[in-house]
């Protein structure tokens, strides 16, 4: 159980790494894939209608007309007051205005879109499966240490015998009386030792046991539906602010509504993607998942133009990180105020099937992080009031490649989580 | 200054023993620490047992460390309303509305349910101040007694109908029932809603309109008419009175508009330090009030007195000879007319008498100071009560008769509270046709038919007009919670309209307002119609006088009773509210009762107690048990505890109304022995001169010789040590002496600090611990002991806003109440008839606490932002802390009162008060971003850290540094009177630095000689006191001598 524990962090970490290094890797690019993924797969995919029009192709039927394209994306009411016809009959099979993205997007950026459109090819999803395959060539070799450990102290147990033995004899040549031997299990020094010994790991166990209560680190649970975080944020690459919207507001994330997921999946009823296979190895059917998200929906997909939203019931996911009553945690401070990444206390969830609880969510844990993550100290606002600490940064009394730690504002004191 | 003696209890004022010996105790109650000498093999747990629980709790806790992860769910919603983000709440403009009092409020709803009220700023008559009672209304959503759906019939017949069923069956039964047809309400000020009694009585032509009041002002509104032409409530300007002469009305409390009057009042007691000035209050009363007690002067006299005390100071308004009153109470007129006259046109006379006669004179008195259109004005008519009791009296008649065949009651419940209420009920029963609209089954309710419950305001739709011309808006914060439907609703159904009254509403302001846009504009903002600027007079005529000064009533003689409102309480609509029953009451301290209130010379004739023997003081005071004494009036009988206010006139004695309530009202209406809480004292008043009197004259007592115990709280925090006690906790001067010597209190503090170098080397030097440095922020709270006129609010908003438990009476007679924030009353000078000062007192966040030394965990320590931070789950319960907190704030959780815990029988042994806040319907006022805390854990005031911690995200989150506005304190937020001010000390700009500034001469910290370094400070308290000065003056001259 321990080695493959201990097997699973040591693969976790190194898919963690290697995730790590994808993600950056595409968001410096800033390429119209980027873009496109961030703007506009909400509501459009190249091969498939979804809320808006397929959009392979896009240049061709608009002729070619990058100009009309760039007016159209901008801002599609005005432009539809021109009287293009085709943008005319856009809107009136879709009969919805697209997003106006007027000081979103500049026109290198559209071109930039349009361009990973025009080259796109159906190449069936690869990336992000990638890192699962590259299993790292580590074997765990503690079975071994312990076995040896097991030999050695056998060996030295033997010998301490024979000496005591060989000293029996030698004392019985030199004519020293000396008291009969006694079976080492009556022995009471060893006895004495044999005790110490286990008190020493029973505490030991009991202390670590005890502290691990209540703590449910790679807790994964089995959920209503089968969910894939992998499928959705890693090979869709769907940003996690689109379901969990609450982490910018509030303390809580939000698991999405069923609103939400039918949002992309009223157009999207099949799954075609890459085999999933879940944590018993037993493969998952993302269709039919998806029929199951349909029956809480109250969806037909026959008939989606006669859904009722309003029918729909809600999913009673099984919730994974639950922190104690008496522990205050607020996601916006965290996202918004201290720029953090979802992945810092999830893992790397774009290559997670069904959610596992990545961190202990200890104390020891929370006050670690606290101790040596730097706060937006020069960026945010708020902080230009600690005037002294700016002034020790400047004169360097402060190590600046440190900065200031939440620490050192206060964000170990007990009462910035319990009250 | 300092030579002024304050006392909190009788036994501190004589240092009794029993005085001496609390003052020692750490803890008050007695600790269950018997047998504690017999050595360990003879104690109770001998160690065989001990051995035996130290087994159990090993197996238990292996047994829970084996168990399973226990499954909890996360259910989103189906369809996520777009303004509903889990966690974060969203704040809805309403209105307040009980019977006639609307207070324009911020409702926060989180998740869908409201959880918390506060005053809304832009409301030009309260602007954001609330009372103990708006703060409390929230929890009256969640009141397991509220009627849950519509029944027919009496009594035990009443069985559960659809709204279709009982439509219906009125529809068949109002055009057999004949008589007349009656709507009885109490006052209502809503425009709309008077609109739709209109349509409705369109469809029934004869149908009669009365309004009932529980405590009326038919008195004043009457006299009115007479004088001024409109039978109404003139708007008052406190804030433009230099000088104020109450004759027993009780403003700052329950009198008219107690919100507003508290706004305006402190305006003329906040003191500029360079030009020392400040309004005058002589206040002239018969029973101890919360405003009497705040006054500059405080005369008593007889409650019949009144009328002559009115005529006498007419005649010496007007530079007349005084014939009516004689002796001392003759020279007190005189003083109060020449206050009164040294500020003529900055004056204002108010009266609390309900007897047209006498309100006539103080009209006449007003015209004569020139405080029509400067202190009274009749711009804007004050709508709160229109009742006239005559009118009321009259449809009693009229229902005895048998002519009455319809009866609707909105609100008003007069089988409770008319002072013949067997006759109304007589009358009720002969009433074919009886709809009750109330929302509980109160006495009244009972009695009726049909009953068709009311929403809950903060579930409703509507409208209020508290003064002429200005409105607020009520709109629903949660989906109705049970099967109610609002009155209006049912009339406009009944009218045969085919509106509903949302509709109804929308039509009507969309008209009125010009469009929807607007609508939803004032409905954001919840008001509407401004306040008029400059007072207009009313056109006074003295029609009438003539007769009103002949029939004055006469002075009686022999013990006279008075009946009066508490603060909470009022008529008796706290009383089902558990927050409210135990708020203690500002001038008792008492909580959960009403009781007879008697001067000391009344308890020395009456029940030998003198308070000035100590042993008798002791026997008195100490114990909660307190004699019993049967009150005869009026032919009436009851009995209750008494009991001694100084403060109350000799010969007079009073009783609160409000108690004694039906147990269908509320849980809260009976006590732990299913015994209703206290005596209702209505059946006690009489009508007089044609409007109800709640002075009643040939009053006589006996001694029963029964014992009856009182939860009163006033002795429980004390604090006498040979460092320092409570004299020094509190500072008073008078602004005689403050003119004198601007520099006294802090000559004062420089004299305490002394032996460490004085307050310039105070902080620095008098201390073995370093001093830490408060890099960012540093928390600070300055409370202005001048405007604090001790009504609560901030007690029951701190309750609301930190899930602050009940704990019902038996736990507060054992010194278990567990509010954060308390006011404590001091008394000084004349025994019988004492200054008063209250004094909110929560955690000081002491910089140098002397609770954090001695946390063996340290579960209780000091943040960089100067807080005294108190982490429950770390807490083991030694107590060590509360027992070394000079301020005794810090509150034990001597039981399991919130639910906290997860073993069910830990509640088994509580009252069921507190079983009544543990219900799942109680339980959603809940603050979720508070922790709510389970036995065996110390808990304090922590200047609401959740709302700290808000605000600066927000701040974050916006870039920008913090602000005053970022963070208010929910006791700061409910202050009527603005005296708490909250924010940033490091900031030199914030609002607390400002104040700390400008107010430098009268700044102190309590206890500062301790060195505890506290992070609240006060600005002693001023009394605008002639006498005082005089007396202070003559002392120190003696003392001078002397020296």
Known sequence: ???????????????????????????????????????????????????????????????????????????????????????????????????????????????????????????????????????????????????????????????????????????????????????????????????????????????????????????????????????????????????????????????????????????????????????????????????????????????????????????????IHNLPDHVYFNHSQHVVAGKQQCQTCHGEITAMGEVKQFADLSMGWCINCHRTTQVQFKENGFYSIYEKFHNELKSGKLDSTKGITVEKIGGTECQKCHY | ????????????????????????????????????????????????????????????????????????????FANKPEDIVPGVANWYATTYVQDGDAVSILAKVRDGRPIKVEGNDASPITKGGTSARVQASVLDLYDGARLRFPTIGVGNDAKEVTFEAIDKAIAEALPTAGGSTVLLTSTINSPSSLEVINQFKAKYPTLQHVTYDAVSYSGMLLANEASYGKKALPSYRFDNAKTIVSLGADFLATWVSPIEFARQYAKGKKINQKNPEMSKHIHFESVASLTGSNADDRYLHRPSETGAIAAALLSAVNGQAVTTVSGELKANVEKAAKALAEHKGEALVVCGSNDTNVQIVVNAINNAIGANGKTIDWAATNNSRKGIDSEFAALVDAMNAGSVGTLFIVGANPAYSWFEATKFKTGLAKVKVAVSFNSKNDETTQLCKYVIPDHHFLESWGDAEPQTGHYSFIQPTIYPLFKTRQWQDSLLKWSGSATDYVS?????????????????????????????????????????????????????????????????????????????????????????????????????????????????????????????????????????????????????????????????????????????????????????????????????????????????????NIYNTDQGNRTEVMKELTLAELKHNPTEILDDREEETKPFGGLAKFREDATIYGSYDKPGIKWGMSIDLNSCNGCGACVVACQAENNVAVVG???????????????????????????????????????????????????????????????????????????????????????????????????????????????????????????????????????????????????????????????????????????????????????????????????????????????????????????????????????????
């Open chain 1, 1 to 319: 159980m321990t080695h493959r524990r201990i097997a699973k962090t040591i693969i976790l970490s190194t898919i963690l790494l290697l995730g790590l290094s994808f993600i950056s890797n595409t968001a410096s690019a800033q390429d119209g894939k980027a873009l496109f993924n961030a703007n506009c797969a909400s509501c459009h995919k190249i091969d498939k209608e979804l809320t808006g029009p397929a959009l392979l192709g896009v240049e061709d039927r608009w002729g070619g007309d990058r100009k009309k394209l760039h007016a159209w994306i901008k801002n599609s009411g005005s432009f539809l007051k021109t009287g293009d016809k085709y943008a005319n009959d856009l809107f009136a099979k879709y009969k919805s205005s697209m997003t106006s993205f007027d000081g979103v997007l500049d026109e290198k950026q559209i071109d930039a879109i349009l361009d990973y459109i025009k080259n796109w090819k159906p190449t069936g999803p690869v990336e992000g499966g990638g890192t699962t395959g590259a299993k790292p060539e580590e074997s765990d070799n503690s079975l071994l240490f312990g076995i040896l450990t097991l030999i050695l102290a056998v060996v030295a147990l033997t010998l301490l015998q024979v000496n005591s033995n060989l000293k029996k004899l030698s004392d019985d040549k030199s004519g020293i009386a000396s008291p009969e031997p006694v079976a080492f299990w009556k022995n009471k020094s060893y006895i004495a030792m044999f005790v110490v010994v286990l008190f020493i790991i029973g505490g030991y166990l009991t202390t670590k046991g005890a502290i691990g209560l209540g703590r449910n680190k790679e807790y994964q649970p089995k959920q209503p539906i089968y969910y894939s975080h992998k499928v959705h944020a890693g090979t869709n690459q769907i940003n996690c602010l689109y379901c969990h919207n609450g982490a910018e507001q509030g303390k809580h994330a939000n698991i999405p509504s069923v609103n939400i997921c039918m949002n992309c999946h009223k157009a999207i009823n099949e799954y075609k993607g890459e085999k999933i296979v879940d944590a018993e190895g037993n493969e998952v059917n993302g269709t039919a998942q998806i029929q199951e998200l349909y029956k809480y929906a109250g969806f037909d997909p026959k008939k989606p133009n006669e859904w009722d939203a309003s029918k729909a019931t809600p999913i009673q996911w099984v919730k």
């Open chain 2, 1 to 76: 200054m300092s030579d002024k003696k304050h006392w909190q209890s009788f036994g501190e004022l004589n240092n009794s023993e029993a005085f001496q010996q609390s003052a020692k105790d750490e803890f008050k109650e007695e600790l269950p620490f018997e047998s504690a000498d017999d050595g360990l093999l003879n104690a109770k747990t001998p160690r065989r047992d001990f051995l035996k629980y130290l087994g159990f709790t090993t197996a238990a806790a292996a047994v829970a460390a084996s168990c399973e992860v226990p499954i909890k769910k996360a259910i989103p």
């Open chain 2, 504 to 716: 109804f509403l929308k039509t009507y302001w969309g008209t009125k307002l010009g469009g929807e846009a607007a609508w939803n504009k004032v409905l954001q903002e919840g008001i509407t119609g401004a306040v008029p600027e400059v007072a207009v007079a009313g056109a006074y005529t003295a029609n009438r006088f003539d007769e009103a000064i002949k029939n004055i009533p006469a002075v009686k003689t022999g013990t006279e009773l008075q009946l009066y409102q508490k603060i909470a309480i009022g008529a008796g609509q706290g009383a089902a509210n558990p927050w409210l029953q135990e708020m203690p009451d500002p001038v008792t301290r008492a909580t959960w009762d009403n009781y007879l209130v008697i001067s000391p010379v009344m308890a020395k004739k009456l029940l030998n107690i003198d308070l000035s023997v100590n042993g008798q003081a002791d026997a008195y005071e100490v114990k909660p048990p307190k004699r019993v004494v049967q009150i005869k009036a009026n032919n009436q009988t009851i009995e209750l505890p008494v009991l001694i206010i100084p403060g109350t006139h000799a010969e007079t004695v009073g009783v609160a109304v409000g108690y004694g309530r039906d147990a269908k009202v509320g849980r809260a209406t009976v006590d732990e022995n299913n015994k209703p809480v206290g005596v209702n004292a209505f059946p006690l008043a009489a009508i007089a001169n044609g409007t109800v009197s709640f002075d009643i004259a040939g009053v006589s007592l006996t001694d029963t010789g029964k014992t009856f115990p009182v939860a009163l709280t006033q002795t429980h």
């Open chain 2, 809 to 1043: 009476k038996p736990e507060v007679l054992r010194f278990h109440d567990m509010a954060w924030l308390r006011i404590d009353r001091y008394y000084s000078g004349n025994a019988d008839n004492p200054k008063v000062v209250f004094q909110p007192l929560m955690c000081q966040h002491c910089d140098n606490a002397p609770c954090e030394n001695v946390c063996p965990v340290a579960a209780t320590n000091h943040s960089s932002e100067g807080l005294n931070q108190m982490t429950y789950n770390r807490c083991i319960g030694t107590r060590y802390c509360a027992n070394n907190c000079p301020y005794k704030v810090r509150r034990f959780n001597w039981a399991d009162y919130m639910g906290a815990d997860s073993f069910p029988n830990n509640q088994d042994e509580l009252s069921d008060t507190v079983h009544l806040m543990n219900d799942e319907l109680t339980r959603m006022v809940l603050n979720p971003d508070v922790t709510v805390r389970s036995r065996g854990v110390i808990e304090k005031c922590s200047f609401c850290v959740q709302r700290l911690q808000e605000g600066k995200l927000k701040a974050k989150k916006e870039s920008r540094p913090l602000i005053d506005e970022d963070v208010k304190v929910a006791c700061a937020q409910a202050c009527a009177a603005d005296c708490i001010t909250f924010g940033n000390v490091n900031n030199p700009n914030s609002a607390i630095s400002k104040v700390r500034n400008d107010n430098s001469n009268r700044l102190f910290y309590s206890l500062e000689q301790l060195h505890v370094l506290p992070n609240v400070s006060y600005m002693a308290k001023v009394r605008n006191s002639e006498e005082e000065h005089e007396a202070a003056a003559g002392g120190k001259k003696a003392e001078k001598e002397h020296a």
